[in-house]
């Protein structure tokens, strides 16, 4: 049996833990019929463990990655039983990637952020010591962690045969990735406003106490997030009147821009079919406001800041003329009524959430010819939009 996880034991060198990887993937068939299959999830299987170290089996499919993490205090080692792996590693601010095939592996340091992923499907053994007690899970860039998660070490030393103990996740980061490959553009703070204008539903899914602490998101809709199903399934008996189009774009606002993205892809699955979340979430949009008012361009608080009218900065008249140089037949007509700064942002809005044939995008921007719908020429248009926000950060 695994030992108390409190007690401290001294770890096994990376070394050797590579030498036992080594042997076990060897072998590792043995336990791989115990080992559930997922067709697009990682599994695994905790097939050895002491008091001072353990031993996983995982499958990989085909497609599947971690995200960047650490194994805590444990110091760690795998190897390819079959298949192969790409091993992306972090150290001193260097990207470094490299393949490993049958039988190659890698010692993983304690405190080195390393990915795993796999391009065809592999199994591997992953042994470490102390055994696994906790992961945490970066970015992608492995810079900033995003989840910490515990592993129980405390289970019997082997299992051949029985369920698998643990499904492994593929990790916060990726799960929020794949939400928001999901969902419609999300929206910058400086976006809100215009968005709101133009009849999106902006709802404030933060609990009480941080709306008490932290002031009220003028203009929102304030829904619990524990009934946030119910009163917006555009079809259900508990739903908001607000909530019975169901092309009517969603805003979702939470403290910092995270669970909003999770939630968003709960009202897809409703049918709701234009639905995405504020970027940073309330905290976001309140450094946004306090900089406009900072800046002397915002006169009340947040929603009101956008309409004071000024003038193009440099780097608007840039957006637009990367705009315009796209020779989309139809975005002159969408730009070049832009005289202001509030007007640069309401285009960039109306394109990211409807499209440039939206009525109400035409209608706000009083173009006078019906504008084509052409998808590459959208695909473009969002692309290049998305550079100029890099640009303009
Ligand atoms: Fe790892």
Redesign the pocket.
Known sequence: MAGDPTQAVAPIAPETLLDMASGLALVAEAWAGSLERHPDSRTGLRILAGEDYDVWLLRWPTGTA?SP???GDSE?A?VVSSGALEETRWLDGRREVRQLTRGQGAT?ERGVV???GAQVEALSV?VYSPPLAR?AFFDDSAQEVLLEESVDPRQDAVIVGGPPIVVHSDGLGAILDKARERISPRIEPRELAAAMDAGALVVDTRPVELRHRDGELDGALVIDRNVLEWRLDPVGSHRLPEASDADRPVILVCDEGYASSLAAVSLLHLGRRNVTDLKGGYQAWRRFTQRQEAAGSGSDKGRSTHRSMTALRVEDVIFLDDLRALGIPWINRLVDPCTSREDVERAWTLIRMWGPDHEDAKDMLQLSAQLPQVKQDVQKTLDLIRLCEEYRR
Request: glycine share 0%.
């Open positions: 971690v993490h650490h194994h760690a795998f993983v390393h990915d795993v992953h992961m």
